[in-house]
């Protein structure tokens, strides 16, 4: 069994920064990505950003492409999200993903393992 586990979520201000946690544990699995997904109420599930974890290459939604930042640590088997220059618009459960085989990119359905969640909460 894999475990994904997020953290570093909260309560920002409208132009504030937060950086989230991605851990995965349990049984070594190789992944292929990682992916930040955010649900906002009333709203689908809608991809954010995306890591290949091999070259590092990464794809981000139009909507964070300046404002957000994925990055890796492998050692540590954990992936981040750092967030800047937040939104109220930008408030949601973030959750972090991997696919086990090929790139998911911003495709839901690739995506084999999820975490529970994170909540953003944005103050205007």
């Known amino acids: 069994q894999v475990q994904l586990v997020e953290s570093g979520g909260g309560l920002v201000q409208a132009g504030g920064s937060l950086r989230l946690s991605c851990a995965a544990s349990g049984r070594t699995f190789s992944r292929s990505s990682m992916g930040w997904f955010r649900q906002a109420p009333g709203k689908e599930r809608e991809f954010v950003v995306a890591?290949?974890?091999?070259?590092?290459?990464?794809y981000y939604a139009s909507f964070v492409k300046g404002r957000f930042t994925i990055s890796r640590d492998n050692a540590k088997n954990t992936v981040y999200l750092q967030m800047n220059s937040l939104k109220p618009e930008d408030t949601a459960v973030y959750y972090c993903?991997?696919?086990?085989?090929?790139?998911?990119?911003?495709?839901?359905?690739?995506?084999?393992?999820w975490g529970q969640g994170t909540q953003v909460t944005v103050s205007s």
């Open positions: 890591i290949n974890w091999s070259d590092g290459y990464r």
């Open positions: 993903a991997a696919t086990t085989t090929g790139w998911g990119g911003s495709t839901i359905t690739l995506y084999d393992y």
